[in-house]
């Protein structure tokens, strides 16, 4: 069940070490010289934490490991490492993906929720996650059901109910926080003759998911270190406007 996290991990150079750790109420960032990696903060007492007590200077690998770890807070620090690397704005570029310098771009085309109401039209599709207005674009067009976890409206399905619904459906759209949690690899394979997104500011974009059933990234790239951290410090602002959505295509019929 590790194989995705080990893929992930492997990936990052062993050269690369960690500039700065800042673990928010709601989100947690991780600094490696220019690039900076996102996670959600999710609170949890499963276990007692695996990280070091030194992070800073460590090597980025090592720091994401963690995403391993049952103590989400530390699994999420993990996830912030290993984005730190693969979402990295020179890197992605590298992939194709258009990433102007200015701070915040315009992401309506990199919104899979707006640019696939009409590939799902008619579709079963299965949303892990309630994202916001996921009602209003989605639902007229399409047979949907919306998994969600944490704070479910009426209408929405438990997470038990994902064996039943993602082997039926044509499109699923998994949040990232699937990734902090350790569902994903099982609702990949629940998905298997679905077409998949992985959703999220949170969201690794790394072609390598691909390997496991993933066919399009819908990520989020920071590009104002200054401002995502002082989002994340609780001084305001909103983590959206130091950055830019995007979307990296992987394959697979659509």
Sequence with gaps: MWELYD???????????????????SHTIVRCGDSVGLASTLDSTWRMPILPEKTLGMPLRELAQAVKSWEFVEAGIGLAAINAWYNDKDRLRALGLDIPDRAHVEDRAADPFITMQRDIKGKTVTVVGHFPYIDQLFAPVCDLRV??????KDGDYPEQAADYLLPE?????????????KSLPRFLELSRRAYVTLVGPATTVAPVLHNFGVNDIAGFVIKDAAAAENVVRGF????????????????GEQ
């Design 169 to 181: 459906s044509d499109y699923v759209f998994i949040s990232s926080y699937t990734l902090t949690e």
């Design 147 to 152: 998994i969600e976890k944490f704070e479910p």
């Design 236 to 251: 305001g602002g909103n983590i959206h406007k130091a950055g830019q959505k995007l979307n990296l295509r992987l394959g």
């Design 7 to 25: 893929a992930l991990i492997d990936g990052i150079s062993p050269e690369a070490t960690v500039d700065a750790l800042i673990c928010g109420q």
